[in-house]
């Protein structure tokens, strides 16, 4: 069991400080992991192949993913 993340997904809630879709992906992605699964992070792009980003397979390596992106998303917050 995989979950593929489209970076750009993730780039654009930032862009829009959507941090409950943020906490959705990662809510399921934690799932997975938990359920032996793993997460594949990529850009995809139309008319090439994807480029592979990371792949986490432990709770540890996905907290840490988020935890950048919390701070990212506080960041932007405190630019406002």
């Not at 943020?22 to 992070?41: D, S, Y």
């Not at 390596?61 to 919390?70: E, F, H, N, P, V």
Request: with cysteine; glycine share 4%; proline share 2%.
């Amino acid at each position: 069991m995989f979950l593929t993340i489209n970076i750009t997904d993730v780039e654009d809630a930032l862009t829009l400080k959507n941090g409950q879709f943020i906490e959705a992906v990662f809510t399921h992605a934690l799932e997975i992991v938990n359920a032996g699964g793993r997460i594949i992070i990529q850009r995809e792009y139309i008319n090439a192949p994807p480029t592979l980003l990371d792949t986490f397979t432990t709770q540890a390596d996905l907290d840490g993913w988020k935890s950048r992106i919390d701070d990212i998303l506080s960041c932007l917050d405190e630019q406002q």
